[in-house]
């Protein structure tokens, strides 16, 4: 059974940084390219960044690209975002993406094969 669990979310303040952590199980993670996505309460789902199955390619979107980076260890099987300079519009939950055929480089969350159940993020001024 695939699976994907985030960790690290919680209560942050304005300006402070956050690592979330993914950890996969059940399926071979070396194949999968890596993404994270984000969902702010009554707003779609939204790209935050990917990165393919060896770590040397990234993608974020345009407007976190300045305060994310996302990282893998495939020894581990775990993936990770750190996000720096929090504002009150990070707020939402944080799910991790896991895709075979690496359309999630693109931002692409339709064919996302692996999703995991989120975790909340909540920015305080």
């Known amino acids: 059974q695939e699976q994907l669990v985030e960790s690290g979310g919680g209560l942050v303040q304005a300006g402070a940084s956050l690592r979330l952590s993914c950890a996969a199980s059940g399926l071979t993670f070396s194949n999968y390219a890596m993404g994270w996505f984000r969902q702010a309460p009554g707003k779609e789902r939204e790209f935050v960044g990917a990165?393919?199955?060896?770590?040397?390619?990234?993608h974020y979107a345009a407007s976190l690209k300045e305060r994310s980076t996302i990282s893998r260890d495939n020894a581990k099987n775990m993936v990770y975002l750190h996000m720096n300079s929090l504002k009150l519009e990070d707020t939402g939950i944080y799910y991790c993406?896991?895709?075979?055929?690496?359309?999630?480089?693109?931002?692409?969350?339709?064919?996302?094969?692996?999703w995991g159940q989120g975790t909340q993020v909540t920015v305080s001024s």
């Open positions: 990165i393919n199955w060896n770590g040397r390619v990234t």
């Open positions: 993406a896991a895709d075979l055929r690496s359309r999630i480089l693109r931002g692409d969350r339709d064919y996302v094969d692996h």
